[in-house]
């Protein structure tokens, strides 16, 4: 029976990916800073074990405790929105920690076993903001830009020895606490300098007037699809917005 290790299960996109993997007979290893009772299924193939992938010592001590794995999706990841200017570059390097560092560590962890072994996939889950040109969002797109460019690469270094990478690129999800993840607590007008304002109302009125935005479960499909996918495809928007950007691009 395969497993797969997932981080940033706690909601979102990952506390559905691991419902959907477990629903499909697999065993879950589902990873979040804090793990909370009763949050996820109760089940001999469902683990919940604590990881931040910030912390070196956390990672080593998550894969030691999940075994044997198949596949590795790195779904952790914090959003930001706000002007570039206006970002403290302390939170710059919080988001980057996270969505970049953190997505490359635990992929460096996993990768001895996988290579040793022959197989495994490692799938990414980046942003529908790497298909489009998006304000307010420099900061989260740079994080998961870095992502793009570096599962790309990995990839070829990996197919000598039979282990996949992909990415999966989720269109907009607006959750009741996007907006207090995005800012990091902070007050959306603190990231925003007043000469920007303007700019920043009509810009946030025009992405909340779109009608199309991604399912979790979107999500969820997408990343199964792509752990099952033979074909070399790399890159797998997740919900209608996501494929029209990618389709337009």
């Excluded at 001590?61 to 200017?85: C, K, Q, R, T, Y």
């Excluded at 998006?134 to 020895?161: C, D, H, N, Q, R």
């Excluded at 009125?205 to 499909?221: I, K, N, P, Y």
């Excluded at 792509?226 to 495809?233: C, R």
Aim: charged content about 20%; hydrophobic content about 45%.
């Amino acid at each position: 029976m395969n497993t797969v290790l997932i981080t940033g299960t706690s909601s979102g996109y990952g506390q559905r990916t691991a419902r959907h993997f477990h629903a499909q007979g697999w065993n879950v290893v589902a990873t979040m800073r804090t793990p909370r009772p009763g949050l996820l299924p109760e089940s001999d193939r469902f683990r919940v074990i604590a990881l931040d992938v910030t912390d070196p010592e956390s990672i080593a001590s998550a894969v030691e405790a999940a075994g044997p794995v198949d596949v590795l999706v790195n779904n952790a990841g914090v959003p930001s929105i706000g002007v570039f200017e206006g970002t403290p570059m302390a939170r710059v390097r919080e988001v980057f920690e996270t969505n970049t560092f953190g997505v490359m560590a635990m992929t460096q962890a996993v990768l001895p076993r996988f290579r040793e072994r022959g197989s495994g996939v490692v799938v990414n889950v980046t942003s529908s903001v790497v298909l489009g040109h998006m304000p307010l969002s420099a900061v989260y797109k740079a994080s998961k830009m870095a992502v793009e460019g570096f599962t790309a690469s990995l990839a070829l270094e990996l197919e000598p020895f039979g282990v996949r990478a992909r990415t999966v690129e989720p269109g907009a999800c607006l959750t009741t606490n996007f907006a207090a993840r995005a800012t990091n607590g902070t007050a959306p007008e603190e990231l925003v300098p007043e000469p920007y304002r303007a700019f920043a109302r009509k810009a946030m009125a025009e992405f909340t007037g779109q009608e199309l935005f991604t399912r979790e479960s979107d999500v969820a499909e997408t990343v199964w699809r792509a752990v099952h996918d033979t074909t070399g495809q790399l890159r797998f928007p997740a919900g209608p917005d996501a494929v029209r950007l990618a389709q337009a691009k």
